[in-house]
């Protein structure tokens, strides 16, 4: 049941991946505008329409860079807590004698014993 309901959550959170593309497809856009426009004002001539044109082009890029950052770090942020739901859910309990025991437990139970035997 659990291994279930950790896929029905991870199919949900591709989803949500899915419909954040448009962002990140913003973001992509909006950092390629930004250099291209850094490079191209290094290079400009003293012209001053050149100077404003390639200031404006790397103004709009920054825009949609900070405009687009939320989505990016959402999935981030998702991506990160697939990868420790996966890496949680491949814990295993260890076998001694003959029940399975988790590592948490069989501390437990060791410092019970410690306490219960002075």
Same mark, same amino acid.
């Given at each position: ?21 448009? *962002? ?9 505008? %930004? /250099? /291209?426009? /850094? ?20 103004? %709009? ?8 950052? *939320? ?11 697939? /990868?420790?739901? &996966? ?5 295993? #309990? ?5 029940? #399975? %025991?988790?590592?948490? &437990? ?9 306490? %219960?035997?002075?």
């Amino acid at each position: 049941m659990r291994l279930l309901l950790l896929i029905i959550l991870a199919f949900v959170l591709l989803n949500v991946i899915a419909n954040l593309v448009g *962002p990140l497809i913003v973001l992509v856009i909006g950092a390629v505008l %930004t /250099y /291209y426009a /850094y490079k191209n004002l290094a290079k400009a001539d003293k012209s001053l329409l050149g100077i404003i044109l390639w200031v404006i082009v790397g103004a %709009t890029g920054v825009s949609m860079v900070i405009g687009a950052l *939320p989505g990016f770090v959402f999935v981030a942020a998702i991506v990160a807590v697939i /990868y420790l739901m &996966y890496r949680n859910s491949n814990s295993k #309990p260890q076998t001694t004698n003959g029940s #399975p %025991t988790y590592k948490e &437990y069989e501390s437990f139970e060791s410092e019970w014993r410690d306490i %219960t035997n002075r």
